[in-house]
């Protein structure tokens, strides 16, 4: 029996549309093919020097997976068996959030198990390019994600394009403006929002979130330590293990999630004067938008069960300190609405060790307390949603002729203001 609230919360998924016809899934096909040939043959002498090759071969296995509607529809099948058989023997919801030292994937895959329920998991994205470096061997977070699971697929959408002189996918404008929480939430939105949480809201930013569910299908990159040094003649520290990273999930552990794309300021490459004020001011109230509209996002389609992590911390930059403090102090704000956030945190030679201990600090044991009154529904957690084919919503004529008449600031604070602008 098909929930109520369903067609409800299809009008309020932040999402691009996905393939409706053979023609587009063929011609996505046709497309991730030539672009992984052409990354491929462009980096193999590099690839010889670095031993990172066989990302591609991995990445053609995933793609083979996924592009396979007869695979995909067995691992869909093999997935909700699964769901079914861990909601069988679920345990409580923890009401508190928990950070730790996990692959993403892994964590996911023991809270699903333990909960029963489907998690939304942020994909810490890259704003310009779909799946980040993916087709160049990339291996950061988002990369990995879509090494493992089906996400790949929304390459389809509208709001992405294949750029066939530089070869490789792009995001539109419209879809840039939603990954950095720039979009502003609808008029009917934010009075849902504001119904939800309580307040009359006004203004409200939303990211995108993929209302069909995604699965996860390959394990974790596993790294080993080396004494070898990297290109720049400095200790690598880790190295993945080829054979034995992403390697496929047993089946009974094929599991369902929805994603949260969210893309961070990137920073790596700035000289930032973390000791400047106004640039502090300017970055807090940039982070704390991107965050909020992450956690609000999540509460308009009501999900209460998410994994998110140190988002932007590690190849873009950002200060954890500032990012963790305000991930507490947002969630703080809207804990009523959600049962369990995990972040996991990996410790590894990209100074996330740091980054651990910064977000445990701040975040581990954060009580979470969901009112049994409230105006969220339990029959939409864990139930297939289906999706809808346009963005729910775009930025209003009021709303940009606010931003178009927002006085111009003086040289003075132009120069001050540079490099950050430049920076986001």
Known sequence: ????????????????????????????HRNLQKALKINKANNKFLSFFLGENWRY????????????????KAMHDQANLNLASWQAKQSLPPYKVEVTPQDWGIAALKATQKYGKPYAVLN?????????GFLEGGSAQEENMWMRTT?????????????????????????????TGQKEMSEEECALLGKKRGMAIQKAHKVFLNPERQLCFRGPEVLLETDSLN???????FIADSTLSF?????????????????APQLAGYDIDWRNQQFLQEYEKEIRRRISAQLDTLILN??????????????????????????HEEIEKRAKHFQHIVFPIMPNNMGRECNFSVFKKQLDGLKLDLRKNCLLSQNAVGNQIEPFDKLSAHTSPEAQKT?????????????????????L
């Open 1 to 28: 029996m098909k929930s109520k609230l369903r067609p409800t919360l299809k009008r309020f998924f932040m999402t691009f549309s996905n393939p409706t016809t053979t023609l587009q899934k063929t011609e996505l």
């Open 302 to 327: 009501e999900m209460q069960f998410v994994i998110l992590g140190a988002w932007g911390c590690g190849c873009f930059a950002n200060n954890p300190h500032i990012v963790a403090k305000i991930y």
């Open 151 to 179: 996400c790949a697929n929304s390459l389809s959408a509208k709001d992405v394009y294949f750029n066939e002189k530089e070869n490789c996918f792009c995001y539109s404008q419209e879809a840039r403006e939603l990954l």
């Open 247 to 263: 390697s496929f999930l047993p089946e009974e552990q094929i599991f369902p999630f929805y994603e949260l794309r969210s893309a």
């Open 231 to 237: 290109e720049m003649n400095v200790k690598k520290g």
């Open 57 to 72: 071969v991995s990445f053609e296995k995933t793609f083979s997976q996924i592009t396979s509607n007869e695979k995909l």
């Open 403 to 423: 931003l178009n008449d927002a006085p111009c600031p003086s040289d003075s604070e132009m120069k001050e203001k540079h490099r950050f602008c430049n920076i």
């Open 124 to 132: 810490m994205a890259n704003s310009q390019y779909p799946g980040g």
